[in-house]
């Protein structure tokens, strides 16, 4: 949860609108879904304490983009949106936003940081 609520914060910094945290959506689960000017932005956060064994995003492996592209069409042919007061057609995207809790910068220096991917495709 940590980490959802940084990449949280860092996305509402950046402007936009946080709409949902952890949405059901049919047998999927998205993490965060946003606005970002209008479009619709389904994120899937990953954290990790440090990049000592690998980067966050390098988690997010194909079966999981597939996933979070299939959670976000289900999303977009239901009913939510209406409910949200969004317009009936709305361009989406999915992205990653990979969270470093303890940064190896130096001794109780630095703070979590922060790496945004947009657009993420499956190809």
């Known amino acids: 949860m940590a980490a959802e609520d940084i990449a949280c914060r860092?996305?509402?910094?950046?402007?936009w609108q946080v709409l949902a945290r952890n949405l059901i959506v049919g047998r999927d689960e998205i993490d965060l879904v946003c606005l970002d000017e209008g479009v619709?932005?389904?994120?899937?956060?990953?954290g990790h304490a440090t990049s000592?064994?690998?980067?966050a995003e390098e988690s997010v492996d194909?079966?999981?983009?597939?996933?979070?592209?299939?959670?976000?069409?289900?999303l977009i042919r239901s009913g939510w949106r209406r409910e949200q007061g969004l317009?009936?057609?709305?361009?989406?995207?999915?992205d990653v936003v990979a969270v470093e809790l303890r940064p190896a910068l130096c001794r109780d220096m630095g703070g979590p940081t922060v790496r945004h991917i947009q657009g993420v495709t499956l190809d």
């Open 10 to 15: 860092f996305l509402e910094a950046l402007g």
């Open 40 to 46: 619709l932005v389904c994120v899937e956060v990953r």
């Open 52 to 55: 000592r064994f690998g980067a």
């Open 62 to 74: 194909r079966r999981k983009l597939a996933r979070n592209h299939r959670a976000a069409m289900t």
């Open 87 to 94: 317009p009936t057609r709305v361009n989406w995207r999915v």
